[in-house]
């Protein structure tokens, strides 16, 4: 069975840190690109970092550059997204997804179902 399994969120106060942890079952996340995207209430998906199955380049916004770090256990099969000097508008919904890509773009191959991060301040 294909499963992707978020976890790792919770309440943590402004300025702290969580690591969000995804773990892969029934496929290896060395075929794809893995990325992390999340939701707020009202607020449209927006993604939040992704890092390459061709050559393990990672991708972030620029407003969370220095602050959220991706990285990939390929043995262990999970993707993690560490989150320092989180911010109460970092609250969301987080989900990890694995995606193909050729020359036409992204395609989203499977979604996990999403943990949820908040930021009190």
């Known amino acids: 069975e294909v499963q992707l399994v978020e976890s790792g969120g919770g309440l943590v106060q402004a300025g702290g840190s969580l690591r969000l942890s995804c773990a892969a079952s029934?496929?290896?996340?060395?075929?794809?690109?893995i990325g992390w995207f999340r939701q707020a209430p009202g607020k449209e998906r927006e993604g939040v970092s992704c890092?390459?199955?061709?050559?393990?380049?990672?991708y972030y916004p620029d407003s969370l550059k220095g602050r959220f770090t991706i990285s990939i256990d390929n043995a262990k099969n999970t993707v993690y997204l560490q989150m320092d000097s989180l911010k109460p508008e970092d609250t969301a919904v987080y989900y990890c997804?694995?995606?193909?890509?050729?020359?036409?773009?992204?395609?989203?191959?499977?979604w996990g179902q999403g943990t949820r991060v908040t930021v009190s301040s």
């Open positions: 029934g496929f290896t996340f060395d075929d794809y690109a």
């Open positions: 997804n694995a995606a193909l890509t050729n020359s036409f773009g992204p395609t989203y191959i499977y």
């Open positions: 890092i390459s199955d061709t050559d393990g380049s990672t």
